[in-house]
């Protein structure tokens, strides 16, 4: 694994674009609910997050994507949930084991609004990836991406709101679970950096917010000597008591929720 300042370069050109964040209207302060990760498969776009935040989502009117990096302009995209919305959802278990995972189908005109300030992942290309034979490099890094809710202020207009998310670099435990039904997790214990010095502390606080989130693997120098390479690995859905995240892995990703999305929209499936 690469540690270190060096890791800081990747943060804009892949990862970051294709994050966002997920707010609601609570007593006029718009408040974190989770983070998701842009992704297509064939002619659907939408977000691939965790299915606790789902569950809240699907119970809004209205809710507010953050989109990552955040600009001064422009930082929050309202998107009618109920009218123009639809999702795969497995779970939430409400703990470690899963599942907990789901898809967000966004509409055509909405996502059309905002493609040129995101990046989305092909889940057509992941799944190749997912089950290739060899990895692009023997170095890599690995990281988790999403929001984090004690860094998101606003007052009680709405108005004035400040968004921030974080990448915090890590490493898999080497056991990977596989429950019966077939979904897979295993757990991210993140580095501290400047931003986080202990593991799962901002300032003494914790995750909340990244629940959704991307899990990336990045290899800085491919062996055929190409552009960096970055594969989506995983989605974070729970936090333990030691700080460590549990993810599931690629086979819940390319497997069960690639299915599921493509059995419930066939005709938008190439």
Not at 25 to 36: A, H, P, T
Not at 89 to 110: K, N, Q, T, V
Not at 135 to 149: C, K, L, N, R, Y
């Amino acid at each position: 694994m690469i540690n270190g300042p060096e890791y800081r370069q990747f943060h804009d050109h892949k990862i970051y674009p294709s994050t966002a964040g997920f707010f609601i209207r609570d007593g006029g302060r718009l408040v974190c609910r989770g983070s998701g990760t842009f992704v297509s498969i064939g002619k659907i776009h939408g977000l691939l997050t965790c299915a606790h935040a789902l569950k809240v989502i699907e119970k809004q009117t209205q809710v507010h994507l953050a989109l990552f990096p955040v600009r001064p302009a422009e930082r929050t995209f309202p998107l009618n949930v109920k009218e123009h919305c639809d999702h795969v959802i497995f779970g939430p278990s409400g703990d470690e084991h899963g599942p907990d995972i789901g898809f967000l189908r966004l509409p055509s005109p909405f996502f059309s609004s905002i493609s040129q300030l995101v990046s989305v992942k092909s889940l057509e290309i992941g799944r190749t990836d997912a089950f290739a034979t060899a990895e692009p490099s023997d170095e890599s890094i690995t990281a988790v991406v999403g929001m984090i809710h004690e860094w998101t202020e606003g007052d009680e207009t709405g108005q004035n709101f400040d968004v921030r998310g974080l990448m915090n670099i890590g490493n898999i435990s080497q056991d990977r679970i596989i429950s019966d039904d077939g979904y897979d997790r295993f757990l991210f214990q993140p580095v501290p950096d400047e931003n986080f010095r202990e593991p799962g502390c901002v300032d003494g606080r914790r995750y909340s917010g990244t629940s959704g989130g991307g899990l990336w693997r990045i290899y800085p120098k491919p062996r055929d000597g190409g552009d960096i390479a970055y594969r989506l690995i995983g989605v974070a859905f729970y936090e333990m008591s030691d700080h460590q995240i549990m993810c599931h892995g690629q086979a819940s990703i390319y497997l069960k929720l690639f299915d599921a999305i493509r059995d419930k929209w066939p005709d938008a499936v190439e």
